[in-house]
């Protein structure tokens, strides 16, 4: 078993919908992130989060350290918000990410 | 400095030859971390570097895989006798400090073995 799981692996959305991505990880963690891959590789963090709720714009990431859970939501989603989403945990020294989950929006 | 910027962006090598890459942290980051990065996966770890002191290597990274951050700044890793396998694309971060500070990730050495 991975020690981040995220689910679903692939979520097509019409445009407009609310979009909720899962996160469950198995080890201690000092800080929970969510990264955002686009097509060329490059990763830009999206959120870091160690208790409660944070939210961007459209985006909203709430974390559950007792239950070892975090969601990412996408209000009123876009097709620029295709790309693939990684949840990634923050051990003692390093980072361990989940496989992604590709979301493609269609207008 | 805006940024981490990785060099080069791609990298198509014969099976059997070494390769170099570089990455340029953010300047005041002390934190240096090397991923890998195949297709439909997530990155994996493959070592960091605090200042100049490599701390941590995973058991990804095989003999022919070093990597140095000779001043404490930029960074190398090098991939000798790459293999097919050895494609994938290479993910450079860095932070300042452990815990819950921001990392900054660079774009990537995607590289092709042939």
């Known amino acids: 078993k991975n020690e981040v799981e995220q689910s679903p692996q692939n979520l097509t959305a019409q445009e407009g919908e609310f979009i909720t991505i899962n996160c469950s990880y198995s080890?201690?963690?000092?800080?929970l992130h969510w990264l955002q891959q686009h097509p060329g590789g490059g990763i830009v963090s999206l959120f870091m989060?160690?208790?409660g709720k944070k939210k961007h714009g459209r985006l909203i990431a709430t974390i559950n350290i007792q239950e070892k859970h975090s969601s990412l939501h996408i209000t009123a989603s876009h097709p620029r918000d295709s790309a693939v989403y990684i949840c990634?945990?923050?051990?003692?020294?390093?980072?361990?990410f989940g496989a992604g989950t590709r979301l493609t929006v269609k207008p | 400095d805006t940024g981490v910027s990785q060099d080069p962006r791609h990298k198509i090598t014969k099976r059997g030859q070494n390769v170099t890459f570089r990455c340029d942290p953010i300047?005041?980051?002390?934190?240096l971390y090397w991923y890998r990065q195949t297709l439909g996966q997530g990155p994996e770890f493959l070592t960091y570097?605090?200042?100049?002191?490599?701390?941590?290597k995973s058991r990804l990274l095989s003999d022919r895989f070093s990597a140095e951050r000779p001043k404490g700044s930029f960074s190398t890793l090098e991939i000798q006798r790459t293999e097919q396998g050895d494609s994938a694309m290479y993910l450079c971060?860095?932070?300042?400090?452990?815990?819950?500070?921001?990392?900054?990730f660079g774009s990537g050495t995607r590289l092709t073995v042939v």
């Open positions: 990634a945990v923050m051990g003692n020294n390093d980072m361990r």
């Open positions: 080890v201690g963690i000092s800080a």
């Open positions: 570097f605090q200042n100049e002191a490599q701390l941590e």
């Open positions: 971060a860095s932070s300042l400090g452990t815990g819950p500070y921001g990392y900054t």
């Open positions: 989060l160690s208790s």
């Open positions: 300047s005041e980051h002390n934190r």
